[in-house]
């Protein structure tokens, strides 16, 4: 692979990442199996992203009970997990999301990060 295939291919990543970036969050739910909590977790975050982030967001569900290697690569001590993976930087919560306040505050999220209000 030359140079210049190295960086035309950064390059779209770059663009990639900026376009989601700008128009999407991307976030990942760690669970381990269809318990209670992580079905709590799931439709918590899906309540706030319909309304705080409408269209503009997409919720990977990652279950560790089908994919536990990914509890090591993610570094996922306890589930649920949330993390945001964009916009960067990444941030982490723990637990069943019912916790609006918290939530909102551990997404570190803000009126400028989306369109619309809140």
Sequence with gaps: MT???VKSKTG????QAAK???????LSLFIAG???KSINALN???????ELLKGKYKIEVIDLLKKPKLAREYQI???PTL????PLPK???IGDLSNRETVLAGLNFKGNNFSGTY
């Design 91 to 93: 941030r982490n919560i």
């Design 83 to 86: 993390i945001r993976r964009q």
């Design 34 to 36: 269809k318990t209670l």
């Design 3 to 5: 140079l210049k295939n």
């Design 44 to 50: 918590n975050l899906k309540f706030i992203c319909e």
């Design 20 to 26: 989601v970036r700008n128009n999407k969050w991307l």
């Design 77 to 79: 001590l306890a589930i």
């Design 12 to 15: 779209r990543q770059l663009e």
